[in-house]
């Protein structure tokens, strides 16, 4: 967790709680052979560069060699560590009650190429990189994720993405929201098809005015509990 206190950038690392909860998902330690840097410590690492955005040479020591963070993050990511336990919190959070699928939002995010990285040019951002495409729930919770070539043109990975939804019940999995909120750069022939085939009702609104308006009931909020 990210939080500001004035002008300084406070990284709240994972709780005891939140730790435990995980921990029966991570791979075992190897029987034979070098074992590996303390877990926990290494993870936090990971997490602080990601939320943070800095680079992995600035990661604090306290969280060990960067090298190895990185290198934890890139080799759980290729054996699917990572995907397991996205999955585990996802099924939990809804056993819970804390993630629902009656209104869901997607959208994209282009994240520009690192010089000599071989990806596609976007000519209307005119810079080279990638699309985040992601379908989060009304609490903000991360349903699937998808990343696509910086060129593509949004709609093309609509299918992909809100097929790669899942969650697990106990029963038989939920695939498919009620509603979707998008923004109007979905406005096509070929999604409209997709969504009336599955009977999800699609909702135009701008992104940016949703988050816009978030922003705002949150400052009220704060006022509120200012007085």
Request: hydrophobic share 35%; proline share 4%; with cysteine.
């Amino acid at each position: 967790i990210l939080y500001y206190i004035g002008n300084s950038i406070h990284f709240e690392e994972l709780s005891d709680a939140q730790w435990d909860h995980i921990l029966s998902h991570l791979p075992p330690q190897p029987k034979v052979g070098r074992k590996r840097v303390n877990d926990r410590q290494t993870i936090n690492g990971i997490l602080y560069v990601l939320v943070t955005g800095c680079q992995w040479r600035d990661m604090p020591k306290q969280y060990g060699s960067y090298v190895t963070a990185w290198r934890r993050l890139k080799r759980w990511s290729e054996e699917g560590i990572w995907d397991m336990i996205f999955d585990f919190l996802k099924d939990d959070f809804y056993q819970k009650g804390q993630l629902s699928l009656g209104i869901v939002a997607i959208d994209s995010s282009f994240v520009e190429a690192k010089k000599g990285e071989s990806v596609e040019y976007n000519g209307f951002k005119k810079r080279k990189g990638i699309k985040i495409h992601a379908v989060v729930t009304s609490e903000g919770l991360p349903l699937s994720i998808v990343i696509g070539s910086g060129a593509e043109y949004d709609p093309y990975r609509f299918e992909e993405v809100l097929g790669a939804i899942k969650v697990r019940t106990g029963y038989r999995p939920i695939t498919i929201p009620d509603e979707i909120v998008a923004d109007s750069i979905y406005d096509d022939a070929q999604v409209r098809e997709y969504l009336r085939r599955r009977r999800i009702k699609l909702l135009f609104q701008k992104i940016k005015e949703i988050k816009r308006r978030e922003k705002e009931e949150d400052l009220k909020d704060l006022a509120k509990n200012r007085i």
